[in-house]
């Protein structure tokens, strides 16, 4: 099992303390923050909101200000980041994760997920139905196990949202379950998601920070990951011949003759 927690923190660079405390409070194996507004050398910043035996990851927004994305994840885990995800709609950045805490390194088929955190900006982008379904369709195939977390600024809890609606549909097309019900954000719409594809998510919590911290709330939710064992099925093609073999052949050759002659 693993607990995540996910937050729009909305600047990090006057929160490092209070996201530290955050991640210890809950015992957080993973969080996954979203408009972290940091350049890509603000490392400081980024260190004093990791706590000991915690390491992290950060994609800041490529240029402008604001945006950025950062996971935070207990040092049991081995991650490898995977590029190459550039979207006009969205920002995301993407983390295939090892549970070496539950695996032997000699094993041969550790148990691994993808776990890719979005941030997609307010406002009308005709790009994001279809770069997200993309993105979605891609990485579903690449992983057998996906959980996709963030702040995607869409009013799920509105059927008449007509952006809401396409979204859910994609979601439903390619298999993916959205487990978030209940306001994310001050104004009562559900706007931070979790997305999964083969994993089990339960225990989901939303927790509402002081109003100093974010307009978001704190979503928290626990991951049940089975190792996923692929049997198949062998067939060996063979003939067996034993001390009669011989003669039933001989036997069946004759009756054969016996009635074409016939």
Not at 167 to 181: K, P
């Amino acid at each position: 099992m693993i607990k995540l927690g996910l937050l729009n923190i909305r600047s990090l660079s006057t929160k490092a303390l209070f996201v530290n405390n955050m991640i210890t409070d809950h015992n957080l194996d993973v969080l996954g923050l979203t408009e972290t507004w940091l350049k890509p050398d603000d490392y400081i910043i980024i260190n004093e909101s990791t706590p000991q035996d915690y390491c992290y990851k950060h994609e800041p927004r490529p240029k402008g200000k604001g945006g950025g994305v950062a996971s935070i994840y207990i040092n049991v885990f081995r991650i490898s980041q995977r590029a190459g995800f550039k979207y006009n709609s969205f920002e995301v950045m993407v983390l295939h994760i090892t549970l070496s805490r539950e695996t032997n390194v000699n094993d041969k088929s550790p148990v691994m997920f993808a776990l890719a955190t979005v941030y997609r900006p307010p406002g009308h982008h005709t790009d994001f139905i279809k770069e997200f379904a993309d993105f979605t369709s891609e990485l579903v195939l690449a992983a057998d196990k996906v959980l996709i977390v963030g702040d995607f600024n869409i009013h799920v809890d509105n059927e008449k949202d007509a952006l809401g609606s396409a979204f859910i549909d994609i979601l439903n097309s390619i298999g993916v379950r959205q487990h978030i019900s209940g306001p994310t954000h001050c104004r009562n719409h559900t706007l931070d998601l979790i997305l999964s594809h083969g994993i089990d998510v339960d225990g989901v919590e939303i927790i509402q920070p002081s109003d100093d911290i974010s307009d978001h709330y704190l979503v928290l939710c626990k991951l049940h990951i089975a190792k996923t064992v692929n049997s198949t099925s062998c067939y060996k093609y063979g003939r067996t011949i034993t001390s009669t073999t011989k003669d039933c052949f001989h036997f069946k050759y004759s009756c054969s003759f016996m009635l074409k002659e016939g």
